[in-house]
Every structure is written in C-alpha cells, then in structure tokens.
T-cell receptor
Framework: NAGVTQTPKFQVLKTGQSMTLQCAQD?????MYWYRQDPGMGLRLIYY???????DKGEVPNGYNVSRLNKREFSLRLESAAPSQTSVYFC???????????????FGEGSRLTVL | SQELEQSPQSLIVQEGKNLTINCTSS?????LYWYKQKYGEGLIFLMM?????EEKSHEKITAKLDEKKQQSSLHITASQPSHAGIYLC?????????FGKGTLLTVNP
C-alpha cells in the first residue's frame, strides 16, 4: 500500500504565484488533514476534513483554501503565495473514531515549499 | 484551545543513557499520541494513550499518561543512535489532532 501520497515533494514559487498541493490516501480513511511545519513551531494544523464533504479551519488557515475532492483526495491551495508560507507541508489521514479520538494519523512524506 | 507544552526542547545524550521527554496539557487529555520524526521525513506513530495511569511500551520506549490525564512522559531506556529525531506529542480535540512543538533528541555514539 502507498499510504498517504503528496505531490509535489519540492516546489519553488515567486511571491504572488498560486499552486495546489495534492494529497491522496488509499486506506479508505474518513478524515484528512493538512499541517505545516516550521522550525521551533512544531506542526500546526491548517485545515482538516473530518469526513467527505466537510472541511474546517485549523490553527493557521489564512492564505489557504482546501478541497475534499472525494474520500481519497484532499488538496491545499495557495492562491497568492507569500514568503511567510515557506514551510514543509504534511498531509495526513485517519479513521475517525469519535469526537475525542481521531485515531492514529498516517502522514505523507511532506512537501517542501519555498516562496521567494 | 488545547495547548501542549513539551520539555525539554532539545536533548543530547550519550548512547546507552536513559532519557525522558515530557508533554503537559492545559486541559484534560482524552487521547494523547506520541510520534517520531526523522529529519526531512514524515511522522511515525509510536503510541496512543487514553486512560489515566495508562502505560505502554514498545521495544525500549515507554509512554505514560498520569492519573489526572494532563501530563504524559516518554521514556527511552539505553538510548541508541537510531532513537535520534524529533519527538512530538499530540492531543485530540474536536475531530482533530494538535501537536506540541517537539523535542529534538540527539544521541552521540
């Protein structure tokens, strides 16, 4: 099984350009997540989708949009990239088990984005 | 919102030494996850704790959740270079998992 697959793995953008990070999981999970990781800041949740057809904001949603295309795919879009969005982005999925139990999250390998 | 404080922020140990990483929450923990990350890679699930007083072990790593469910510790016995990486604790709140800032562990041979 591939697990969680993210594309692209590396991307360099100029300020103001747009791009979409793609994420797909093959574990039939209900929930999917987008995080960003910055030095000294840990992992911060950008958006999540508890189930197909729903999306919600996380801790740092400004400047991003998401689409839960179907149960397998969850994309993250930067409409007008800014240098502050330079980061490593991780997609994750889990089998949602209840309000206080997300279930184990399975992570992709990350996408390293640089905005000049 | 749930806030998780990890300590120490970084740790350097000699191979063979024991070490402990702590994770403290501002609220009661209903699901506490420990993950490990090697530099430049994704996160690998280690353990999940739910009940007060619960303790789980995997190989040389033991995780505990205190009775009040506000603090967890991760203990590594006889550390090895393969244990090096970033350790993150995460807590579930309302359909999502939020993380502490991580502890960077270096194990010197």
């Amino acid at each position: 099984n591939a697990g969680v697959t993210q594309t692209p793995k590396f991307q360099v953008l100029k300020t103001g350009q747009s791009m979409t990070l793609q994420c797909a999981q093959d574990m039939n999970h209900n929930s999917m997540y987008w995080y960003r990781q910055d030095p000294g800041m840990g992992l911060r949740l950008i958006y999540y989708s508890a189930s197909e057809g729903t999306t919600d904001k996380g801790e740092v949603p400004n400047g991003y949009n998401v689409s839960r295309l179907n149960k397998r795919e969850f994309s993250l879009r930067l409409e007008s990239a800014a240098p502050s969005q330079t980061s490593v982005y991780f997609c994750a999925s889990s089998e949602f088990r209840g309000l206080s139990n997300t279930g184990e999250l399975f992570f992709g390998e990350g996408s390293r984005l640089t905005v000049l | 919102s749930q806030e998780l404080e990890q300590s120490p922020q970084s740790l350097i140990v000699q191979e063979g030494k024991n070490l402990t990483i702590n994770c403290t929450s501002s609220k009661t923990l209903y699901g506490l996850y420990w993950y490990k990350q090697k530099y430049g890679e994704g996160l690998i699930f280690l353990m999940m704790l739910q009940k007060g007083g619960e303790e789980k072990s995997h190989e040389k790593i033991t995780a505990k959740l205190d009775e009040k469910k506000q603090q967890s510790s991760l203990h590594i016995t006889a550390s090895q270079p393969s244990h090096a990486g970033i350790y993150l604790c995460g807590a579930t709140t309302s359909y999502k998992l939020t993380f502490g800032k991580g502890t960077l562990l270096t194990v010197n041979p």
